[in-house]
């Protein structure tokens, strides 16, 4: 969380792969997928926005907890989208908050 205005920030990203050691951790980049957020108490729907490769979606926020929850866009591959893990995220007022939603490679 960083002081700004009152929004989440979130990608779509895999998690884990082939183990490679090096000595410096790298950045992961966010792939194209679909964010969605939903207000856990009522089961609707909040926001959802398309990402492309690469970039993050910036969602303004009412406080309060979300959840938020991804799809993976696998067209060139011709395969079944994937979704990504559920994560719950809480809302600040005045804060900016990031939370990226991930899947798991197999």
Do not use: W
Not at 46 to 52: F, G, I, L, M, N
Not at 76 to 98: D, E, F, K, L, Y
């Amino acid at each position: 969380m960083t002081a700004g205005p009152t929004e989440l920030r979130s990608g779509v990203f895999l998690d884990g792969g082939p183990l490679v050691l090096r000595p410096t951790c790298r950045a992961g980049t966010p792939l194209a997928g679909t964010i969605t957020i939903v207000n856990p108490a009522t089961g609707a729907t909040v926001a959802s926005a398309t990402v492309a490769a690469g970039k993050l979606a910036t969602f303004p926020l009412a406080p309060g907890t979300y959840t938020i929850d991804g799809t993976l866009a696998n067209a060139s591959s011709g395969a079944a989208p994937m979704r990504t893990r559920p994560q719950t995220v809480t809302i600040t007022a005045g804060m900016t908050v990031r939370q990226d939603t991930a899947d798991d490679v197999p």
